[in-house]
């Protein structure tokens, strides 16, 4: 049990792991700058503790997990034996802490964590939404019970105006909904572009791409490849993609049709790569062709780094880049239109420039670490405010 059981601002937030991805690195940001400003912090991990759980709990943030039974592959809801371990788990830390606020992050942690808040009185509960709800096409069931846990929940935050217009068509009301956007750390003192180059083995003369972006078919990969090949025979200097991303059974598909196109010479996939900011600094521009989005931190770390991004008119995406301002925004699933943006910032360096120097300032003017955190802190203050007044108001009536 979490030491600190004295605390008048306790959060426990339910998220899948802290391993590599979007929530991830969303909870590695703010949760420790919330330690910061005196809020107890523990972090309930349903699937696994993951490879980032150290780091959080360096920075001051318990974290706890199930017993692993297995290695499990997909949702962790088709486990029913680790379902009850870690609903277990999780029943005896909130009767035991105590938490003012539980958050809860992904379907997953809230269709097994909100009952638990529920039963075990809870005093408020908060709901993430990160990415749009099509998983719900697939999941009718999911869709009830979320449905029926929006009603329970004191806020739901969106990270996207895309977020939290299918919230208000789930019949979520709009006074329960907070619009918080994603905030990153401004990437500062990145590796000059021949260093990173050279680290990577790439020519310096070269034009490069990045997408950065696990391989999962909702994040457009095929998409992308099939619109590098319209690229090939346009393109006269040498140019190459590096896809860095977690293997989701995509790649040898994805390999194959590159080969099967011409083009397997121009893309680069280099798996689960940590050092994000060197391929940032090595590359000429970025590229997300998702299907379907939230709110991508990749977006904003690209154009923080300086790079005009080329991304899909899907979720958030069109609300971090602005299209010809800040990078350039096309329909989704158009290889052709992907081809076109390329080929536009392959002929035009001084656009690229331009972008590029644009998006840096954008992100610092309005998706920063700090704007983030501070919207957190400020629902959270005013739930708990709200909740105290509605206790005093209970024991005079």
Not at 282 to 287: E, N, Q, R, T, V
Request: with cysteine; aromatic share 6%; net charge positive.
């Amino acid at each position: 049990m979490p030491a600190d059981n004295n605390s008048s601002r306790r959060l426990l937030v339910v998220t899948e792991s802290l391993g590599v991805g979007g929530t991830e690195s969303h909870l590695i940001r703010t949760l420790p700058r919330l330690v910061e400003l005196g809020w107890s912090v523990v972090t309930f991990c349903l699937t696994e503790r993951g490879e980032r759980a150290e780091q959080m709990e360096r920075a001051g943030v318990e974290v706890v997990a199930p017993p692993r039974l297995a290695k499990r592959k997909g949702s962790v809801l088709r486990y029913p034996a680790h379902v009850t371990l870690a609903t277990n788990k999780l029943y005896w830390l909130m009767r035991r802490w105590r938490p003012h606020i539980a958050h809860f992050y992904l379907p997953g942690p809230y269709l097994i964590g909100a009952p638990v808040a529920i039963a075990t009185n809870v005093p408020i509960k908060v709901m993430s939404r990160r990415s749009l709800s099509d998983y719900q096409h697939n999941w009718p069931m999911v869709a009830r019970l979320e449905r029926r846990l929006h009603a329970k929940m004191d806020a739901i935050t969106g990270n996207s105006r895309a977020v939290v217009r299918q919230l208000i068509e789930e019949g979520v009301p709009e006074a329960k909904i907070r619009l918080i956007y994603n905030g990153i750390e401004p990437l500062r003192n990145l590796p000059e572009r021949s260093e990173a180059r050279r680290a990577l083995g790439l020519d310096d003369d070269a034009l490069i791409g990045v997408v950065v972006a696990n391989l999962i078919h909702y994040k457009g990969h095929r998409e992308l490849v099939r619109g590098l090949s319209h690229v090939e025979p346009l393109l006269s200097m040498p140019w190459r993609i590096l896809f860095a991303g977690r293997d989701h059974g995509l790649r040898a598909e994805l390999e194959a049709l590159a080969d099967a196109r011409g083009i397997s010479h121009r893309v680069q996939f280099l798996g689960e790569y940590s050092d994000i900011p060197l391929l940032l600094s090595a590359a000429d521009f970025g590229l997300l062709t998702s299907r379907e989005e939230g709110f991508s931190n990749v977006i904003l770390e690209g154009m923080s780094a300086g790079l005009a991004m080329i991304v899909t008119d899907v979720g958030g995406n069109a609300e971090a880049v602005i299209d010809e301002e800040t990078g350039l925004v096309v329909p989704p699933r158009k290889p052709k239109a992907i081809s076109e943006a390329m080929l536009r910032l392959a002929r035009d360096p001084a656009l690229r420039r331009r972008l590029g120097d644009a998006a840096r300032k954008r992100v610092e003017e309005a998706f920063s670490i700090d704007q983030c955190v501070k919207a957190h802190a400020e629902l959270y203050e005013h739930l708990l405010q709200r909740s105290e007044g509605a206790r005093i108001a209970a024991e005079w009536a």
